[in-house]
């Protein structure tokens, strides 16, 4: 035992010594394009050694004290690494947390530092372990905070690994929040990892934090990422770590944009999204070489102007507004001391982006979720990462308002659902889409008598209650409608739709006898006048739903002639129950 320990410490002091680490590069891709937005640098110790493994090398390098050397050497590796193969996207570097937090590290990773290797902090991300337990959290946070303003990006690694904490994500407010592989591993399947991960990508949104999925293995794992919303991924799918940079297999672009294009046709059958690209106005951008007199004359030309887009190369590198511009240049010599600088000079580099197909209900969110003094400035529309337009908060609030009048005098005033017209927008859509449908159904079996015996508020009760039970179950990416009384509809993928099925029973059944007498619930049925006057004994309330699938109907009046059909074979059921008329 002493022995091999004795030959461990050899081998960590003999790389330390000469350096013998590799470094390899896995590579970050967009899962909306397949661009790739950066390499993470990954360091291995001597191949065919106990100490090739990076997390025996660390944990070994720690118990032993080195944790700073070998931290310290990894990454000089990395950056020389990256410098030679001429690496120009982002370059994700691990970090553990209290050794950035260390005086030495602040003092030697400094902008003259990574010139040595002809790169700029923008293009730095420092990747921090949520694994580590952080020593003294004000001063990392003090630390964090003076990065950022260096231009340096963070990302938490490893977010949703073991029962680790998510308080780390509001403290310090990182660029980029990496998900474990543990919560990525078969999430094609697993409904629970799902509604977690879109639950972050939502908070992330709001945020104005990108989310990156790692450890993606399959294809259909990669698939259901894009489909929650994950903005970037890696993983040995999309490519192992290598030393040299490889292109990205065609199979995995491939499977991104045919992926994207389905999402986006599943997006347009949502009617009450409008996307901002259909608002946004494509006003002259400017240079960064442009002089700031320039920039004030062409404002005073035309004061209708909001401000300019600071191009590079056809991505936004900055924005002016027209109050910015005054702020600076206003005062006995602020136009003295700035007009002849360059507009860079004076930019904004933190603005708000948004993407041309971003609902404009999501961008009106992030505009009012800005600082008080970014409130009212334009917001900067992207195409393909590509300059395309701005919107103002004026335009946007004054959309979002009409759409949401126009939406209203849709909807069923008791369930706040979409009613008739809507539905039927609904339906046209799934019958002109190549994609597959299943459009449920619902009624309540032996509703008249309940109203008859309870009364109407109390009936209004019971459609209440299967209405929130329904935005419950059902994806906001699916539609439910209220077609009227106790009608409504459920339309999704046909594989949803059976298990929207399964699930509205299963609750319904568990949970309507809170609007039943305990008498009544003990008798099992209630007394009241059938259609002939007769008095009759009724069940307690269940549910009957017909499903139709992928079924290719000339109308939708033709289709509801088929709905109406199988509904009729449903309700002659016993209990509650659901029928699917397959294609």
Same mark, same amino acid.
């Given at each position: ?18 350096? &013998? /680490? @590799? ?15 950066? !390499? ?19 944990? !070994? ?54 010139? #040595? ?70 999430? &094609?399947?697993?409904?629970?990892? @799902? ?7 939502? $908070?992330?949104?709001?945020?104005? /934090? ?19 919303? =994950? ?25 991104? =944009? ?25 006003? @002259? ?87 008080? +003094? ?34 209203? #005098? ?44 309870? +009364? $109407? ?27 009227? +009384? ?82 009729? @074979? ?7 129950? !659901? ?5």
């Amino acid at each position: 035992m002493m022995l091999k320990e004795n030959h461990l410490q050899t081998l960590l002091f003999s790389i330390l010594r000469y350096k &013998d /680490i @590799q470094t390899v590069f896995q590579p970050i891709l967009s899962l909306e394009n397949g661009v790739v937005l950066g !390499y993470e640098a990954l360091s291995r110790g001597p191949v065919n050694t106990p100490l090739q493994n990076p997390e025996k090398l660390f944990t !070994y390098a720690m118990e032993n004290n080195q944790l700073w050397e070998l931290e310290s050497l990894c990454r000089t590796k990395a950056l020389e690494c990256a410098h030679k193969l001429h690496i120009k996207e982002k370059l994700f570097l691990n970090v553990n947390p209290n050794i950035m937090n260390d005086t030495k590290f602040r003092q030697g990773f400094t902008k003259d530092y990574l010139s #040595r290797f002809k790169m700029d902090a923008e293009k730095i991300v420092f990747e921090i372990t949520e694994k580590e337990a952080i020593v003294n959290l004000t001063h990392f946070k003090q630390t964090v905070t003076h990065y950022k303003e260096q231009l340096y990006q963070i990302a938490i690694d490893d977010v949703g690994s073991g029962y680790s904490g998510l308080n780390i994500l509001t403290d310090i407010h990182p660029h980029f929040v990496k998900l474990d592989m543990q919560l990525i591993r078969n999430i &094609d399947v697993d409904r629970t990892k @799902q509604s977690l991960v879109k639950s972050l990508c939502e $908070f992330a949104t709001h945020s104005q /934090i990108e989310i990156i999925a790692e450890g993606i293995e399959t294809k259909e794992e990669l698939a259901k990422l894009i489909e929650l919303g =994950v903005s970037f991924g890696q993983g040995y799918f999309i490519q192992k770590p290598n030393s040299n940079l490889l292109p990205i297999r065609e199979e995995v672009i491939a499977l991104i =944009v045919e992926e994207n294009k389905r999402k986006q046709r599943q997006l347009f059958k949502r009617i009450t999204d409008t996307f901002v690209k259909k608002m946004s106005t494509a006003l @002259q951008t400017l240079d960064g070489n442009v002089l700031i007199d320039e920039v004030k004359a062409l404002m005073d030309q035309d004061q209708a102007i909001p401000g300019f887009c600071i191009i590079e190369h056809n991505c936004v590198v900055g924005v002016i507004t027209r109050n910015q511009l005054h702020l600076k240049i206003s005062g006995p010599y602020g136009y003295s001391l700035y007009s002849k600088n360059s507009i860079t000079e004076i930019m904004e580099v933190d603005f708000l982006q948004v993407d041309s197909h971003t609902p404009i209900h999501q961008v009106a969110k992030l505009a009012m979720m800005r600082e008080p +003094g970014q409130l009212y400035d334009f917001i900067t529309v992207t195409e393909n990462g590509e300059y395309f337009g701005i919107v103002t908060v004026k335009e946007l609030l004054e959309k979002t308002m009409e759409i949401e009048v126009n939406f209203a #005098r849709h909807m069923n005033p008791l369930t706040e659902l979409p009613g008739n017209n809507l539905i039927e927008q609904q339906l046209q859509l799934c019958l002109e889409t190549d994609e597959g449908y299943g459009a449920l159904y619902l009624d309540l079996d032996n509703f008249k008598p309940y109203n008859d015996v309870y +009364g $109407f508020e109390k009936g209004d009760q019971v459609l209440i209650h299967l209405a929130d039970l329904l935005k419950g179950i059902v994806s906001r990416d699916d539609f439910i409608g209220h077609i009227g +009384g106790d009608d409504f509809i459920v339309i999704a993928s046909p594989e949803q739709s059976v298990l929207y099925g399964q699930q509205i029973i299963e609750q319904f059944d568990a949970s309507i006898e809170q609007f039943y007498s305990k008498q009544d619930v003990e008798n099992g049925w209630i007394a009241s006048k059938n259609r002939h006057g007769k008095e009759e004994l009724f069940p307690i309330l269940t549910i009957s739903i017909a499903g139709i699938m992928d079924h290719h109907f000339q109308s939708t009046s033709e289709l509801a002639k088929q709905v109406s059909e199988v509904k009729k @074979q449903c309700k002659q059921l016993v209990g509650s129950n !659901y029928l699917f008329l397959e294609s």
